[in-house]
């Protein structure tokens, strides 16, 4: 029996605008679906074409309405298994609930693990995720997972700036690998913050900067930031150390409102920030630069459906994704 291959992307209600710009890269048009949200919290959806032995790819983050979001996740991927779907890949740009990777306290839930239990007994045949707080939870999963990286997307849209004399720094120990990439694509030293954090409140304390940053302009790189807290207690850290110009770099950015606000009174001059999560309408673009990664997945999405390797996309990205 002959194959369908004709590659049908579908979007959640979280990623619309992200789905479109991957839809608009591979120059095809969006899967038709809808989703109702009833008044008591109640989510329904429905594919409404025919999937029948396509290839599925559904576009959703686990972002900024976590909880919904997955939930809402797991129904769409019921859906195209009931319809009969060909495969089913999850298109995940942010995965909130990376976050819970491990059980480093007593009577706690690994909830990485708990979710990517979810997907795959709903019937998810692959993901497709960009920055993972942890790149071990690629092993929570039985099914394949492609586990892209920001790092060059931003650090080129970054060295359009021309910043001279920099220095790139990590918020903490656990971030040094990836700063040290940044550092490699960049060609510049590397600096780290010795943080430690002592409760869940999404603040922590800043102790030291290990590294040379006096006199230097420095880059700040972190997976994700929900409340700015890290990255602006590194900034005041670095202009005590007698640093110049402060910018960042940042996978995932869920600011909005007084976090927002927190973030534009910070040493902070700009920072530049992926559209894994859609960003709000009102963010001032002189001090946020959304870069746009719906390309890279897009590629990524190509590459799979036509059997190719997606492994040039982690270090080296093709002209047409910047």
Known sequence: MERHTEIKIFTGSESVKFAQGICEYLNIPMGKSQVIKF??????????????????????????NPNDNLVELLFWIDAFKRASANSITVIMPYFSYAKGDKKDEPRVSIRARVCADALESVGADRIVTM??????????????VDHLFAMPVLCSHFKQLGVQDLVVVSPDAGYAKTARHYSNFLQVPVAIGDKNRKDHSEQAEILEIIGDVKG?????????????????????????????????????????????EKFYNSPIKKMLVTDSVTQPQNIDKDRIEVCSVAPLFAEAIKRIHHRESVTELFDKIPDSVI
Not at 133 to 139: F, K, L
């Open 216 to 260: 230097k302009n420095a880059l700040i790189v972190d997976d994700f930031t929900l409340s700015a807290g890290s990255i602006i207690n590194v900034a005041k850290g670095l202009k005590e150390k007698g640093a110049k110009d402060i910018y960042a770099c940042v996978s995932h950015s869920l600011l909005k409102g007084e976090t927002l």
């Open 131 to 144: 920055d993972l707080h942890a790149p071990q939870i690629q092993g929570f999963f039985k099914i394949p």
């Open 39 to 64: 008044s008591e919290g109640n989510t329904f959806v429905k594919v409404e074409e025919t999937v029948r032995d396509k290839d599925c790819y559904i576009v959703q983050s686990i972002g900024s």
